[in-house]
């Protein structure tokens, strides 16, 4: 156990029955594609996930989180009744649950978080991290959003990644990782949510103008490819043009134009309820070791889980 321990780099404890303290199957979280995620590193992710739920219970027995709102979710289960199925009603009545109008969502991480959402975005594998997409799972007390960096590089990209696994939570509570159809779904629920419909179709230029479409985009915080694709679903471009239109943004993509823009430099769109809630807890006296200790891993491993980033310079030239 000690030679396993220090080669894991963890606390002998850390291996010792009770742990963890909730159990995820690799199958109760919406993975984009099994194929192209190794089951090793689903694994990982999945252990992460696990660890990301003891550091917020343990936060949570300190400092009270925000209740979550999450239509039909009760327990580590969502059941619906009354509340629509169909992803573009579900997008546009989680809306209205929620209070945020029809126009465009300012901070979409915060506002999941404001609803008692766990959302984290850390390198949870090392480089390993990229091979994984972003996915998320509502068996566990609280639904767990993990995005990743790899797709934060590109705040649209991050913002829709978010939506999209939102629409998973509210849609998908018969867990099916990597089913085409309910990816699909996600999408719609992730269009209608950020960009409803009704409210955008008037803004979309009667012909293919990526300039009107850029500053569109930044309005509503989407991409210009996200708006292409709504230009072709209510039909105000053909076919044809869309496709000639992607092309166009390639090219304009590889000379410099429409460069993205990190999440990081958007204020709402970078998780903060768990490193807040230590945050509070710190001024009653908890500290990165108590919390160490009582969950049976490193100092560093909760820097980690909390988003910290390691402030240490990094060695070069070796």
């Known amino acids: 156990m000690g030679r396993l321990a220090q080669s894991l780099d963890v606390p002998v404890s850390f291996l010792a029955a009770g742990r963890p303290y909730a159990r995820l199957e690799a199958d109760a979280a919406h993975f984009r594609s099994l194929r192209s995620t190794p089951a090793r590193e689903r694994d990982k992710a999945i252990a992460f996930t696990e660890q990301v739920w003891e ?18 979710f009760k327990g580590g289960e969502v ?58 799972t509502s068996r566990l007390p609280r639904p767990v959003v993990v995005l990743t960096p790899d797709r934060a590089n590109d705040v649209y990209r991050h913002r829709f990644t978010a939506a999209h696994e939102l629409g998973h939570l509210l849609l998908h509570s018969d ?3 990597g089913d085409p159809v309910r990816e699909k779904e996600a999408d719609k629920f992730a269009a209608e949510f950020l960009t409803p419909l009704d409210s955008i179709l ?5 012909r293919m103008d990526l300039q009107a479409l850029d500053g569109l985009g ?19 471009i053909s076919e044809s043009t869309y496709r000639r239109a992607f092309q166009r943004i390639n090219q304009l993509r590889q000379v410099g134009l429409f460069r993205p823009d990190p999440a990081t430099a958007h ?26 200790d009582e969950l049976h891993c490193t100092a560093r491993r909760v820097r980690t889980l909390l988003g910290y980033e390691d402030p240490r310079p990094v060695l070069q030239g070796l």
């Not at 998780?271 to 919390?291: C, E, K, M, Y």
């Open 175 to 177: 867990d099916a990782p």
């Open 79 to 136: 059941k619906h009744t009354d509340f629509p199925t169909e992803p573009r009603s579900a997008a546009r009545a989680l809306r209205e649950h929620w209070g945020l109008g029809v126009g465009p969502i300012a901070q979409m991480v915060r506002v999941m978080e404001k609803h008692g959402i766990i959302v984290t975005l850390v390198p949870f594998a090392g480089r390993a991290t990229a091979t994984v997409d972003a996915f998320s």
């Open 267 to 292: 204020a709402g769109e970078v998780p903060a309820l768990l490193s807040r809630a230590f945050d509070v807890a710190a001024g009653d006296g908890l500290t990165i070791s108590d919390l160490a």
């Open 55 to 72: 550091l917020t219970f343990a936060l949570e027995k300190r400092v009270q989180f925000p209740p979550v709102d999450l239509p039909g």
């Open 218 to 236: 930044s309005e509503w915080g989407v991409s210009v490819e996200s708006l292409v694709y709504r230009s072709r679903e209510v039909g105000t």
């Open 202 to 206: 008037p803004s979309l230029p009667p």
